[in-house]
Protein backbone atom coordinates (compact mmCIF):
# COMPACT_ATOMS: atom_id res chain seq x y z
CA UNK A 1 0.00 0.00 0.00
CA UNK A 2 1.33 3.61 -0.91
CA UNK A 3 0.87 6.38 0.86
CA UNK A 4 -1.91 7.33 -1.01
CA UNK A 5 -3.78 4.07 0.04
CA UNK A 6 -2.30 4.60 3.88
CA UNK A 7 -3.78 8.08 4.15
CA UNK A 8 -7.37 6.86 2.11
CA UNK A 9 -7.91 3.92 4.54
CA UNK A 10 -6.46 4.52 8.16
CA UNK A 11 -6.26 8.06 8.55
CA UNK A 12 -9.54 9.69 6.11
CA UNK A 13 -11.78 8.44 8.24
CA UNK A 14 -10.59 10.56 11.31
CA UNK A 15 -10.84 14.12 9.37
CA UNK A 16 -12.49 16.41 11.15
CA UNK A 17 -13.95 19.82 9.95
CA UNK A 18 -11.54 21.74 7.93
CA UNK A 19 -9.59 18.61 6.67
CA UNK A 20 -11.16 18.18 3.48
CA UNK A 21 -11.22 14.38 4.07
CA UNK A 22 -7.55 15.07 3.98
CA UNK A 23 -8.09 15.16 0.11
CA UNK A 24 -6.51 18.65 -0.15
CA UNK A 25 -2.93 20.28 -0.54
CA UNK A 26 -3.98 22.14 3.07
CA UNK A 27 -6.21 22.39 5.86
CA UNK A 28 -8.35 25.38 6.43
CA UNK A 29 -9.18 26.37 10.44
CA UNK A 30 -11.49 29.28 10.51
CA UNK A 31 -10.92 32.46 12.89
CA UNK A 32 -12.94 32.41 16.02
CA UNK A 33 -12.87 36.06 16.86
CA UNK A 34 -12.71 36.64 20.62
CA UNK A 35 -10.38 33.27 20.64
CA UNK A 36 -6.32 32.81 20.70
CA UNK A 37 -5.32 29.67 18.53
CA UNK A 38 -2.59 27.86 20.95
CA UNK A 39 -0.38 25.49 18.86
CA UNK A 40 2.49 22.91 20.01
CA UNK A 41 4.49 20.54 18.55
CA UNK A 42 6.50 17.29 19.52
CA UNK A 43 8.03 14.55 18.16
CA UNK A 44 7.93 10.84 19.53
CA UNK A 45 10.85 8.72 18.59
CA UNK A 46 10.76 4.67 18.57
CA UNK A 47 13.31 3.90 20.87
CA UNK A 48 13.30 7.17 22.93
CA UNK A 49 9.50 7.64 23.71
CA UNK A 50 8.41 4.48 23.04
CA UNK A 51 9.62 0.79 21.67
CA UNK A 52 8.55 -1.49 19.01
CA UNK A 53 6.68 -3.52 20.97
CA UNK A 54 4.42 -0.97 22.41
CA UNK A 55 0.91 -1.62 20.75
CA UNK A 56 0.54 0.77 18.20
CA UNK A 57 -2.66 1.90 19.65
CA UNK A 58 -0.79 3.26 22.57
CA UNK A 59 2.18 5.11 20.93
CA UNK A 60 -0.87 6.68 18.77
CA UNK A 61 -2.42 7.54 22.11
CA UNK A 62 1.06 9.05 23.87
CA UNK A 63 1.92 10.97 20.47
CA UNK A 64 -1.11 12.79 20.72
CA UNK A 65 -1.10 13.49 24.79
CA UNK A 66 2.47 14.61 25.00
CA UNK A 67 0.91 17.52 22.85
CA UNK A 68 -2.38 17.65 24.69
CA UNK A 69 -0.12 18.39 27.81
CA UNK A 70 1.38 21.62 26.73
CA UNK A 71 -2.08 22.63 25.64
CA UNK A 72 -3.86 22.16 28.94
CA UNK A 73 -0.81 23.77 30.77
CA UNK A 74 -1.02 26.77 28.67
CA UNK A 75 -5.00 26.77 29.91
CA UNK A 76 -6.41 25.69 26.01
CA UNK A 77 -9.01 23.16 25.32
CA UNK A 78 -7.63 21.05 22.31
CA UNK A 79 -9.45 21.06 19.12
CA UNK A 80 -7.52 19.67 16.17
CA UNK A 81 -3.94 18.04 15.05
CA UNK A 82 -1.68 17.25 12.37
CA UNK A 83 -0.02 13.96 11.45
CA UNK A 84 3.55 13.88 10.75
CA UNK A 85 4.33 10.03 10.18
CA UNK A 86 7.67 8.63 9.52
CA UNK A 87 7.46 4.82 8.86
CA UNK A 88 9.59 2.20 8.31
CA UNK A 89 9.17 0.20 5.40
CA UNK A 90 8.43 -2.94 7.88
CA UNK A 91 5.14 -1.41 8.65
CA UNK A 92 2.41 -3.63 8.50
CA UNK A 93 -1.38 -3.03 8.35
CA UNK A 94 -2.06 -4.58 11.33
CA UNK A 95 0.14 -1.97 13.09
CA UNK A 96 -1.70 1.05 10.99
CA UNK A 97 -4.90 -0.48 11.93
CA UNK A 98 -4.08 -0.19 15.68
CA UNK A 99 -2.51 2.99 15.49
CA UNK A 100 -5.62 4.47 13.87
CA UNK A 101 -7.46 2.63 16.70
CA UNK A 102 -5.40 4.51 19.25
CA UNK A 103 -5.88 7.96 17.12
CA UNK A 104 -9.94 7.49 17.27
CA UNK A 105 -9.84 6.46 21.02
CA UNK A 106 -8.17 9.53 22.16
CA UNK A 107 -10.15 11.26 19.43
CA UNK A 108 -13.66 10.84 21.28
CA UNK A 109 -12.07 11.13 24.57
CA UNK A 110 -10.58 14.33 24.08
CA UNK A 111 -13.43 16.11 21.81
CA UNK A 112 -10.69 16.44 18.73
CA UNK A 113 -10.12 15.96 15.47
CA UNK A 114 -7.19 15.27 12.56
CA UNK A 115 -6.80 18.38 10.10
CA UNK A 116 -3.97 17.00 7.99
CA UNK A 117 -0.34 15.87 8.22
CA UNK A 118 1.77 14.03 5.76
CA UNK A 119 3.12 10.15 5.92
CA UNK A 120 6.67 9.20 4.73
CA UNK A 121 8.45 6.09 4.38
CA UNK A 122 12.18 5.92 6.74
CA UNK A 123 15.01 3.55 6.79
CA UNK A 124 15.18 4.78 10.15
CA UNK A 125 13.37 4.93 13.44
CA UNK A 126 9.75 5.25 13.02
CA UNK A 127 9.23 9.06 14.55
CA UNK A 128 6.23 10.54 14.94
CA UNK A 129 5.15 14.51 15.21
CA UNK A 130 2.36 15.79 16.45
CA UNK A 131 1.15 19.71 16.15
CA UNK A 132 -1.82 20.43 18.14
CA UNK A 133 -4.15 23.46 17.70
CA UNK A 134 -6.42 24.41 21.18
CA UNK A 135 -8.23 27.46 21.55
CA UNK A 136 -8.43 30.11 24.70
CA UNK A 137 -10.58 33.14 25.18
CA UNK A 138 -8.48 36.40 23.59
CA UNK A 139 -4.95 36.98 25.77
CA UNK A 140 -5.93 34.12 28.43
CA UNK A 141 -2.93 31.76 27.97
CA UNK A 142 -1.29 30.90 30.64
CA UNK A 143 2.34 31.65 30.53
CA UNK A 144 5.46 30.67 31.83
CA UNK A 145 6.62 34.07 32.59
CA UNK A 146 4.27 34.96 35.24
CA UNK A 147 4.85 33.42 38.59
CA UNK A 148 5.20 36.15 41.56
CA UNK A 149 7.15 35.90 45.04
CA UNK A 150 4.65 34.47 47.84
CA UNK A 151 2.85 32.40 44.44
CA UNK A 152 2.64 28.70 45.97
CA UNK A 153 4.19 25.89 43.80
CA UNK A 154 1.22 23.14 42.54
CA UNK A 155 1.71 19.81 40.67
CA UNK A 156 -1.10 17.80 38.93
CA UNK A 157 -1.02 13.89 39.41
CA UNK A 158 1.74 11.68 40.68
CA UNK A 159 5.18 12.40 39.54
CA UNK A 160 7.53 9.71 38.05
CA UNK A 161 6.10 7.01 37.61
CA UNK A 162 6.58 6.71 33.71
CA UNK A 163 10.16 7.15 34.48
CA UNK A 164 8.81 3.92 36.92
CA UNK A 165 7.85 2.31 33.95
CA UNK A 166 10.59 2.83 31.44
CA UNK A 167 12.66 1.52 34.01
CA UNK A 168 11.26 -1.53 34.10
CA UNK A 169 11.48 -1.67 30.43
CA UNK A 170 15.07 -1.38 30.88
CA UNK A 171 15.38 -4.99 33.13
CA UNK A 172 15.96 -2.96 36.22
CA UNK A 173 15.45 -5.32 39.02
CA UNK A 174 12.44 -4.77 41.32
CA UNK A 175 10.12 -6.84 43.65
CA UNK A 176 6.61 -5.47 42.31
CA UNK A 177 3.39 -7.81 42.12
CA UNK A 178 2.27 -7.63 38.42
CA UNK A 179 -0.62 -5.02 38.75
CA UNK A 180 1.99 -2.58 40.11
CA UNK A 181 4.42 -3.44 37.32
CA UNK A 182 1.42 -2.47 34.92
CA UNK A 183 -0.04 0.43 36.31
CA UNK A 184 4.03 2.07 35.86
CA UNK A 185 4.28 0.33 32.36
CA UNK A 186 0.79 1.78 31.65
CA UNK A 187 1.70 5.61 32.57
CA UNK A 188 5.17 4.92 30.07
CA UNK A 189 2.68 4.00 27.34
CA UNK A 190 -0.12 6.25 27.83
CA UNK A 191 0.24 9.65 29.88
CA UNK A 192 -2.63 10.67 31.72
CA UNK A 193 -2.34 14.38 31.16
CA UNK A 194 -5.15 16.88 32.93
CA UNK A 195 -6.49 18.01 29.70
CA UNK A 196 -10.12 18.94 31.21
CA UNK A 197 -8.38 20.97 33.56
CA UNK A 198 -7.34 23.83 31.50
CA UNK A 199 -10.43 25.97 31.91
CA UNK A 200 -10.15 25.48 35.51
CA UNK A 201 -6.23 25.74 35.91
CA UNK A 202 -6.93 29.48 33.52
CA UNK A 203 -8.92 30.77 36.58
CA UNK A 204 -6.42 30.22 39.07
CA UNK A 205 -2.59 29.77 37.82
CA UNK A 206 0.24 32.78 37.48
CA UNK A 207 2.31 30.31 35.52
CA UNK A 208 2.33 26.84 33.88
CA UNK A 209 4.17 24.56 31.99
CA UNK A 210 3.87 20.93 31.15
CA UNK A 211 6.35 18.39 32.96
CA UNK A 212 8.56 16.70 30.30
CA UNK A 213 11.75 17.17 30.48
CA UNK A 214 11.39 16.66 34.52
CA UNK A 215 9.46 18.34 37.29
CA UNK A 216 12.63 20.62 38.73
CA UNK A 217 13.84 20.82 34.88
CA UNK A 218 10.75 22.08 33.78
CA UNK A 219 9.88 24.60 37.22
CA UNK A 220 13.20 25.62 36.41
CA UNK A 221 11.89 26.70 32.73
CA UNK A 222 9.39 29.21 34.97
CA UNK A 223 11.74 30.17 37.58
CA UNK A 224 13.89 31.66 34.76
CA UNK A 225 10.90 32.98 32.76
CA UNK A 226 9.62 34.50 35.36
CA UNK A 227 12.57 35.89 37.34
CA UNK A 228 11.96 34.24 40.86
CA UNK A 229 13.19 30.91 42.61
CA UNK A 230 11.27 28.06 42.91
CA UNK A 231 11.60 25.41 46.01
CA UNK A 232 9.99 22.15 45.90
CA UNK A 233 9.67 20.93 49.06
CA UNK A 234 10.31 17.54 48.46
CA UNK A 235 8.30 15.38 51.25
CA UNK A 236 5.40 17.14 49.32
CA UNK A 237 5.92 15.91 46.18
CA UNK A 238 3.22 13.28 44.84
CA UNK A 239 4.65 9.57 44.79
CA UNK A 240 2.62 6.67 43.60
CA UNK A 241 2.64 3.67 46.03
CA UNK A 242 4.11 1.39 43.15
CA UNK A 243 6.94 4.07 42.75
CA UNK A 244 7.77 3.76 46.21
CA UNK A 245 7.94 -0.19 46.06
CA UNK A 246 10.03 0.43 42.68
CA UNK A 247 12.92 3.13 44.00
CA UNK A 248 12.68 2.54 47.27
CA UNK A 249 14.75 5.38 49.34
CA UNK A 250 15.86 6.69 45.96
CA UNK A 251 12.12 7.72 45.03
CA UNK A 252 12.11 11.19 45.54
CA UNK A 253 15.54 11.97 43.02
CA UNK A 254 14.73 9.62 40.78
CA UNK A 255 10.93 10.96 40.74
CA UNK A 256 11.92 14.26 40.07
CA UNK A 257 14.70 13.91 37.45
CA UNK A 258 12.76 11.20 35.25
CA UNK A 259 10.88 13.55 32.84
CA UNK A 260 7.76 12.05 30.79
CA UNK A 261 5.03 12.39 33.10
CA UNK A 262 2.74 15.12 31.23
CA UNK A 263 1.28 16.15 34.04
CA UNK A 264 1.01 20.03 35.33
CA UNK A 265 3.53 22.08 37.36
CA UNK A 266 2.02 25.96 38.08
CA UNK A 267 2.21 28.72 40.28
CA UNK A 268 -1.11 30.11 42.06
CA UNK A 269 -2.15 31.71 45.35
CA UNK A 270 -0.97 29.55 48.34
CA UNK A 271 -3.60 27.81 49.93
CA UNK A 272 -6.14 27.00 46.99
CA UNK A 273 -7.46 23.25 46.97
CA UNK A 274 -8.20 20.98 43.76
CA UNK A 275 -7.22 18.17 41.53
CA UNK A 276 -3.70 19.28 42.78
CA UNK A 277 -0.85 18.84 45.27
CA UNK A 278 1.12 21.81 47.04
CA UNK A 279 4.62 21.25 46.38
CA UNK A 280 6.22 24.43 47.23
CA UNK A 281 6.75 28.29 47.12
CA UNK A 282 7.87 30.89 44.68
CA UNK A 283 10.80 33.17 46.56
CA UNK A 284 13.11 35.97 45.39
CA UNK A 285 16.31 34.79 43.18
CA UNK A 286 16.66 32.42 40.08
CA UNK A 287 16.44 28.96 39.33
CA UNK A 288 14.39 25.66 40.99
CA UNK A 289 16.01 23.89 43.39
CA UNK A 290 14.65 20.73 45.50
CA UNK A 291 14.70 20.97 49.94
CA UNK A 292 14.85 17.53 51.44
CA UNK A 293 14.14 17.87 55.12
CA UNK A 294 14.75 21.65 54.69
CA UNK A 295 18.14 21.17 52.55
CA UNK A 296 18.86 22.28 49.49
CA UNK A 297 19.66 19.02 47.28
CA UNK A 298 22.45 19.51 44.49
CA UNK A 299 20.74 17.89 41.66
CA UNK A 300 23.57 17.33 38.67
CA UNK A 301 21.50 16.52 35.38
CA UNK A 302 17.75 17.57 36.81
CA UNK A 303 16.08 16.34 33.34
CA UNK A 304 16.22 14.69 29.91
CA UNK A 305 18.15 16.00 27.45
CA UNK A 306 18.39 14.71 23.78
CA UNK A 307 22.00 15.45 23.06
CA UNK B 1 25.32 21.64 22.57
CA UNK B 2 21.95 20.29 23.88
CA UNK B 3 18.47 20.67 22.33
CA UNK B 4 18.16 23.60 25.15
CA UNK B 5 21.70 25.61 23.23
CA UNK B 6 20.85 24.77 19.78
CA UNK B 7 17.12 26.53 20.50
CA UNK B 8 18.81 29.19 21.77
CA UNK B 9 21.82 30.29 19.98
CA UNK B 10 20.57 29.41 15.78
CA UNK B 11 16.43 29.54 16.30
CA UNK B 12 15.38 31.85 18.61
CA UNK B 13 16.50 34.75 16.85
CA UNK B 14 14.72 33.70 14.05
CA UNK B 15 10.92 33.50 15.82
CA UNK B 16 8.51 36.41 15.57
CA UNK B 17 4.85 37.33 16.79
CA UNK B 18 3.65 34.92 18.95
CA UNK B 19 6.46 32.57 19.30
CA UNK B 20 6.95 34.02 22.73
CA UNK B 21 11.23 33.57 22.08
CA UNK B 22 10.92 29.80 21.82
CA UNK B 23 10.66 29.88 25.54
CA UNK B 24 7.11 28.52 26.57
CA UNK B 25 5.27 25.59 25.91
CA UNK B 26 3.36 26.64 23.02
CA UNK B 27 2.86 29.51 20.24
CA UNK B 28 -0.31 31.92 19.90
CA UNK B 29 -2.00 33.19 16.56
CA UNK B 30 -4.46 35.60 17.75
CA UNK B 31 -7.64 35.59 15.61
CA UNK B 32 -7.61 37.58 12.62
CA UNK B 33 -11.19 38.10 12.01
CA UNK B 34 -12.88 37.92 7.99
CA UNK B 35 -9.44 35.51 7.63
CA UNK B 36 -9.17 31.77 6.98
CA UNK B 37 -6.09 30.07 8.60
CA UNK B 38 -4.74 27.73 6.15
CA UNK B 39 -1.93 24.93 7.51
CA UNK B 40 -0.21 22.65 4.99
CA UNK B 41 2.83 20.09 6.29
CA UNK B 42 5.31 18.42 4.48
CA UNK B 43 8.68 16.96 5.63
CA UNK B 44 11.74 16.59 4.04
CA UNK B 45 14.31 13.86 4.83
CA UNK B 46 17.94 13.12 4.00
CA UNK B 47 18.50 10.68 0.79
CA UNK B 48 14.88 11.19 -0.21
CA UNK B 49 14.43 15.22 -0.91
CA UNK B 50 18.21 16.12 -0.22
CA UNK B 51 21.47 14.85 -0.25
CA UNK B 52 23.59 15.16 3.20
CA UNK B 53 26.41 16.85 1.07
CA UNK B 54 23.50 19.94 0.15
CA UNK B 55 24.31 22.89 1.70
CA UNK B 56 22.42 23.16 4.84
CA UNK B 57 21.19 26.42 3.93
CA UNK B 58 19.97 24.99 1.01
CA UNK B 59 18.45 22.40 2.77
CA UNK B 60 16.55 25.20 5.08
CA UNK B 61 15.15 26.88 2.18
CA UNK B 62 13.65 23.68 0.83
CA UNK B 63 12.36 22.42 3.52
CA UNK B 64 10.10 26.12 3.74
CA UNK B 65 9.29 26.01 0.37
CA UNK B 66 8.14 22.81 -0.58
CA UNK B 67 5.46 23.66 2.15
CA UNK B 68 5.12 27.70 0.51
CA UNK B 69 4.06 26.42 -2.67
CA UNK B 70 0.94 24.51 -1.22
CA UNK B 71 0.24 27.79 0.54
CA UNK B 72 0.45 29.32 -2.35
CA UNK B 73 -1.57 26.78 -4.47
CA UNK B 74 -4.23 27.34 -1.93
CA UNK B 75 -4.34 31.31 -2.69
CA UNK B 76 -3.06 32.02 0.71
CA UNK B 77 0.05 34.48 1.81
CA UNK B 78 2.28 32.86 4.24
CA UNK B 79 2.82 33.82 7.54
CA UNK B 80 4.92 31.28 9.72
CA UNK B 81 6.09 28.27 10.27
CA UNK B 82 6.91 25.41 12.72
CA UNK B 83 10.20 23.61 12.45
CA UNK B 84 10.23 20.03 13.35
CA UNK B 85 13.78 18.35 13.40
CA UNK B 86 15.32 15.22 14.16
CA UNK B 87 18.95 15.87 14.10
CA UNK B 88 21.69 13.26 13.38
CA UNK B 89 24.23 13.15 16.08
CA UNK B 90 26.96 14.06 13.65
CA UNK B 91 25.18 17.54 12.84
CA UNK B 92 28.31 20.45 13.36
CA UNK B 93 27.78 23.66 14.41
CA UNK B 94 28.48 24.85 11.22
CA UNK B 95 25.85 23.18 9.58
CA UNK B 96 23.10 24.41 12.41
CA UNK B 97 24.40 28.32 11.29
CA UNK B 98 24.02 27.35 8.00
CA UNK B 99 20.71 25.61 7.76
CA UNK B 100 19.50 29.10 10.46
CA UNK B 101 20.64 31.37 7.93
CA UNK B 102 18.45 29.78 4.76
CA UNK B 103 15.58 30.14 6.80
CA UNK B 104 16.41 33.35 7.80
CA UNK B 105 17.00 34.67 4.39
CA UNK B 106 13.91 32.87 3.32
CA UNK B 107 11.76 34.71 6.00
CA UNK B 108 13.00 38.34 5.08
CA UNK B 109 12.17 37.19 1.34
CA UNK B 110 8.47 35.73 1.91
CA UNK B 111 7.96 37.79 4.91
CA UNK B 112 7.68 34.63 7.25
CA UNK B 113 8.54 33.84 11.12
CA UNK B 114 9.49 31.05 12.88
CA UNK B 115 6.29 30.18 15.69
CA UNK B 116 8.21 26.66 17.50
CA UNK B 117 8.95 23.37 16.61
CA UNK B 118 10.68 21.16 18.62
CA UNK B 119 14.35 19.52 18.35
CA UNK B 120 15.14 16.29 18.87
CA UNK B 121 18.44 13.58 17.98
CA UNK B 122 18.18 10.49 15.75
CA UNK B 123 20.43 7.62 14.95
CA UNK B 124 18.30 7.83 11.57
CA UNK B 125 18.69 10.28 8.66
CA UNK B 126 18.21 13.99 9.25
CA UNK B 127 14.35 14.71 9.08
CA UNK B 128 12.94 18.41 8.83
CA UNK B 129 9.08 19.00 9.25
CA UNK B 130 7.67 21.95 8.24
CA UNK B 131 4.52 23.22 8.93
CA UNK B 132 3.56 26.45 7.33
CA UNK B 133 0.60 28.71 8.41
CA UNK B 134 -1.10 31.58 5.92
CA UNK B 135 -4.14 33.60 5.32
CA UNK B 136 -6.79 33.96 3.30
CA UNK B 137 -9.78 36.22 3.26
CA UNK B 138 -12.63 34.01 4.47
CA UNK B 139 -14.24 31.12 2.15
CA UNK B 140 -11.54 32.23 -0.42
CA UNK B 141 -9.28 29.56 -0.24
CA UNK B 142 -8.40 27.87 -3.70
CA UNK B 143 -9.75 23.73 -3.39
CA UNK B 144 -8.54 21.21 -6.03
CA UNK B 145 -12.57 20.50 -6.39
CA UNK B 146 -13.44 23.35 -8.29
CA UNK B 147 -12.23 22.53 -12.00
CA UNK B 148 -15.35 23.00 -14.21
CA UNK B 149 -15.85 21.48 -17.75
CA UNK B 150 -14.65 23.75 -20.34
CA UNK B 151 -11.83 25.38 -18.11
CA UNK B 152 -8.24 25.13 -19.66
CA UNK B 153 -5.68 24.12 -17.55
CA UNK B 154 -2.11 26.05 -16.64
CA UNK B 155 0.98 25.77 -15.34
CA UNK B 156 3.61 28.41 -13.58
CA UNK B 157 7.12 28.11 -14.36
CA UNK B 158 8.93 25.06 -16.18
CA UNK B 159 8.27 21.76 -15.08
CA UNK B 160 10.77 18.98 -14.35
CA UNK B 161 14.16 20.91 -13.42
CA UNK B 162 14.78 19.64 -10.33
CA UNK B 163 14.11 15.59 -11.56
CA UNK B 164 17.07 16.97 -13.97
CA UNK B 165 18.98 18.39 -10.96
CA UNK B 166 18.16 15.10 -8.78
CA UNK B 167 19.36 12.74 -12.22
CA UNK B 168 22.31 14.46 -12.69
CA UNK B 169 23.15 13.81 -8.61
CA UNK B 170 22.33 10.34 -8.90
CA UNK B 171 25.45 10.22 -12.06
CA UNK B 172 22.81 9.77 -15.08
CA UNK B 173 25.28 10.68 -18.03
CA UNK B 174 25.15 14.09 -19.53
CA UNK B 175 26.75 16.62 -21.79
CA UNK B 176 25.76 19.90 -19.91
CA UNK B 177 27.99 22.89 -20.23
CA UNK B 178 28.34 24.05 -16.40
CA UNK B 179 25.97 26.37 -16.34
CA UNK B 180 22.89 24.41 -17.47
CA UNK B 181 23.82 21.45 -15.31
CA UNK B 182 24.43 24.50 -12.37
CA UNK B 183 20.68 25.03 -13.21
CA UNK B 184 19.46 22.43 -12.80
CA UNK B 185 20.64 21.18 -9.59
CA UNK B 186 19.48 24.39 -8.17
CA UNK B 187 16.53 24.18 -8.81
CA UNK B 188 16.68 20.57 -7.44
CA UNK B 189 17.69 22.33 -4.15
CA UNK B 190 15.92 25.41 -3.99
CA UNK B 191 12.49 25.17 -5.59
CA UNK B 192 10.64 28.46 -6.42
CA UNK B 193 7.48 28.18 -5.62
CA UNK B 194 5.22 31.05 -7.06
CA UNK B 195 4.48 32.71 -3.37
CA UNK B 196 3.46 36.00 -4.76
CA UNK B 197 1.42 34.52 -7.21
CA UNK B 198 -1.01 33.53 -4.34
CA UNK B 199 -3.37 36.30 -4.58
CA UNK B 200 -3.89 37.07 -8.42
CA UNK B 201 -4.42 33.01 -8.68
CA UNK B 202 -6.98 33.63 -5.79
CA UNK B 203 -8.80 35.60 -8.03
CA UNK B 204 -8.54 33.45 -11.45
CA UNK B 205 -8.34 30.21 -10.64
CA UNK B 206 -11.69 27.20 -10.08
CA UNK B 207 -9.44 24.29 -8.56
CA UNK B 208 -5.82 24.57 -8.18
CA UNK B 209 -2.57 21.91 -6.80
CA UNK B 210 0.95 22.16 -6.53
CA UNK B 211 2.88 20.12 -8.17
CA UNK B 212 5.49 17.78 -6.10
CA UNK B 213 4.51 14.23 -6.77
CA UNK B 214 4.45 15.09 -10.63
CA UNK B 215 2.65 17.25 -13.26
CA UNK B 216 0.29 14.69 -14.60
CA UNK B 217 -0.70 13.24 -10.96
CA UNK B 218 -1.02 16.35 -9.09
CA UNK B 219 -3.52 16.90 -12.03
CA UNK B 220 -5.29 13.91 -11.39
CA UNK B 221 -5.98 14.95 -7.94
CA UNK B 222 -7.67 18.15 -9.15
CA UNK B 223 -9.18 15.20 -11.75
CA UNK B 224 -10.72 12.86 -8.75
CA UNK B 225 -11.39 15.80 -6.37
CA UNK B 226 -13.33 17.89 -9.39
CA UNK B 227 -15.32 14.53 -10.99
CA UNK B 228 -13.55 15.74 -14.57
CA UNK B 229 -11.28 14.43 -17.47
CA UNK B 230 -8.36 16.74 -17.60
CA UNK B 231 -6.16 16.46 -20.84
CA UNK B 232 -2.61 17.97 -21.00
CA UNK B 233 -1.24 18.78 -24.37
CA UNK B 234 2.37 17.76 -24.34
CA UNK B 235 3.62 20.38 -26.80
CA UNK B 236 2.39 23.12 -24.30
CA UNK B 237 4.20 21.79 -21.49
CA UNK B 238 6.48 24.52 -20.42
CA UNK B 239 10.35 23.15 -20.52
CA UNK B 240 13.68 24.72 -20.05
CA UNK B 241 16.46 24.46 -22.43
CA UNK B 242 18.89 23.00 -19.79
CA UNK B 243 16.10 19.93 -19.13
CA UNK B 244 15.83 19.71 -23.17
CA UNK B 245 19.56 19.22 -23.31
CA UNK B 246 19.49 16.75 -20.68
CA UNK B 247 17.09 14.35 -21.43
CA UNK B 248 16.28 14.81 -25.69
CA UNK B 249 13.67 13.03 -26.99
CA UNK B 250 12.54 11.83 -23.27
CA UNK B 251 11.82 15.06 -21.89
CA UNK B 252 8.35 15.18 -21.71
CA UNK B 253 7.71 11.85 -20.20
CA UNK B 254 10.26 12.38 -17.60
CA UNK B 255 9.08 16.06 -16.83
CA UNK B 256 5.75 15.23 -16.44
CA UNK B 257 6.44 12.30 -13.91
CA UNK B 258 9.59 13.80 -12.26
CA UNK B 259 7.88 15.68 -9.72
CA UNK B 260 9.76 17.66 -6.68
CA UNK B 261 8.53 20.92 -9.04
CA UNK B 262 6.60 23.17 -6.52
CA UNK B 263 5.27 25.12 -9.56
CA UNK B 264 1.42 25.13 -9.30
CA UNK B 265 -1.07 23.76 -11.84
CA UNK B 266 -4.46 25.12 -11.86
CA UNK B 267 -7.74 25.48 -13.85
CA UNK B 268 -9.79 28.76 -15.11
CA UNK B 269 -11.33 29.88 -18.07
CA UNK B 270 -9.59 29.87 -20.85
CA UNK B 271 -7.38 32.27 -22.97
CA UNK B 272 -5.80 34.30 -19.91
CA UNK B 273 -2.69 35.57 -19.81
CA UNK B 274 -0.40 36.04 -16.80
CA UNK B 275 2.69 34.50 -15.72
CA UNK B 276 1.82 31.17 -16.86
CA UNK B 277 1.39 28.50 -19.64
CA UNK B 278 -1.46 27.09 -20.68
CA UNK B 279 -1.49 23.48 -20.95
CA UNK B 280 -4.33 21.85 -21.54
CA UNK B 281 -8.26 21.23 -20.94
CA UNK B 282 -10.80 20.59 -18.65
CA UNK B 283 -13.26 17.80 -20.25
CA UNK B 284 -16.07 15.47 -19.12
CA UNK B 285 -15.09 12.41 -17.52
CA UNK B 286 -12.03 11.48 -14.99
CA UNK B 287 -8.36 10.89 -14.28
CA UNK B 288 -5.42 13.23 -16.05
CA UNK B 289 -3.87 11.95 -19.35
CA UNK B 290 -0.89 13.18 -21.47
CA UNK B 291 -1.47 13.73 -24.88
CA UNK B 292 1.56 13.62 -27.61
CA UNK B 293 0.83 14.85 -31.21
CA UNK B 294 -3.26 14.33 -29.87
CA UNK B 295 -2.88 10.56 -28.89
CA UNK B 296 -3.28 9.60 -25.37
CA UNK B 297 -0.08 8.49 -23.60
CA UNK B 298 -0.38 5.61 -21.48
CA UNK B 299 1.54 6.71 -18.05
CA UNK B 300 2.56 3.82 -15.88
CA UNK B 301 3.68 5.57 -12.58
CA UNK B 302 2.93 8.89 -13.30
CA UNK B 303 4.17 10.17 -9.61
CA UNK B 304 6.31 9.52 -6.84
CA UNK B 305 5.91 7.01 -4.35
CA UNK B 306 7.47 6.53 -0.76
CA UNK B 307 6.36 2.92 -0.96
Known amino acids: MDEFGIIATYFAPLAGEG ?9 LLPAR ?20 FDPSADIARKA ?29 PDWLAGFADGLAQDQREFGISLLGGDTGATDGPLSIAVT ?17 VGDAVYVTGTIGDSGGGLAIFKREKHSLNDADRDTLIARYRVPQPP ?22 ADLGHIASASGVHIAVIGERVPLSAPLRTLWGDEVLLRAVTAGDDYQIAFTAPPGLRGPFSEIGVVEQGS ?14 KPGYRHF
Chains 1, 2 share one sequence.
Open 132 to 148: AFGFVPQGRMIRRNGAK
Open 287 to 300: VATLLVRGKEFLIK
Open 33 to 52: PGQDLIITTDTVTEGVDFFA
Open 195 to 216: VAFAEQLRAIAHASVDISDGLI
Open 19 to 27: AFGLKDDAA
Open 64 to 92: LRVNLSDLAAKGAVPAHYLLNLSLPHTIT
